[in-house]
């Protein structure tokens, strides 16, 4: 069971917007800073997001991260069909002394 | 260019150990905390364990604690993992990544290495 909890699965047609959940608590995101991660399939995984909101060089601008309180979400406009991944949100937790991911969200585009 | 290249993954025998090696390039590698990250087969990323920039600090998992030890040299500029007494459980691809924020162990990971497999059966 993760310390940080993701829907299993998205999906959304070309052009939508899709947003993914993930859920937290004091001790992980409500004190430290999110991290999204891409996988594609048989790849190893990708920076997406970090420190909550900003993107790595490279990375299409209809990626967006945000967070509040104990929670953060990745936004996907535009969706297109090379989003179609499984994305993980992560970040330091002060009490298990190390870090978090969450379980994971494939995106599927439909 | 910033690149991870581990090594060192195989079949084993439950019981046995492994040491895992990932050699970096392209960066200044005593400037940053490594991270270990596995992933079972269908499975979701598991963190493993991180080594500050010095080695003066490391922290395990509570899943892989007091069985394995994360460790680096600087000098070769390699990140090392060795785990003891594997069982089934441990079967995954292991992925060695970089810290982005310099001197800090808490940071998220930028670059990840494409993982090299570990399978523990008899």
């Known amino acids: 069971q993760s310390s940080l909890t993701q829907p299993p699965s998205a999906s959304g047609t070309p052009g939508q917007r899709v947003t993914i959940s993930c859920s937290g608590s004091n001790s992980n995101i409500g004190t430290n800073r999110v991290n999204w991660y891409q996988q594609l399939p048989g790849t190893a995984p990708t920076l997406l997001i970090y420190?909550?909101?900003y993107r790595p060089s490279g990375v299409p601008d209809r990626f967006s991260g945000s967070r509040s309180g104990t929670s953060a979400s990745l936004a996907i406009s535009g969706l297109q069909s090379e989003d179609e991944a499984t994305y993980y949100c992560s970040t330091w937790d002060d009490s298990l002394i190390g870090v978090v991911f969450g379980g994971g969200t494939k995106v599927t585009v439909l | 260019q910033v690149h991870l290249v581990e090594s060192g993954g195989g079949v084993v025998q439950p019981g046995r150990s492994l040491r895992l090696s990932c050699t970096a390039s392209g960066f200044i590698f005593n400037k940053y905390a490594m991270h270990w990250v596995r992933q079972a087969p269908g499975k979701g990323l598991e963190w493993v364990a991180v080594i500050a920039y010095d080695g003066s600090h490391k922290y395990h998992a509570d899943s892989v604690r007091g069985r394995s030890t994360i460790s680096r040299d600087n000098p070769k500029n390699t990140l090392y993992l060795e785990m003891d007494s594997l069982t089934a459980e441990d079967t995954a691809m292991y992925y060695c990544?970089?810290?982005?924020?310099?001197?800090?162990?808490?940071?998220?990971?930028?670059?990840w290495g494409q993982g090299t497999p570990v399978t523990v059966s008899s």
């Open positions: 420190s909550n909101t």
């Open positions: 990544a970089k810290g982005y924020v310099t001197y800090s162990s808490s940071s998220g990971m930028d670059v």
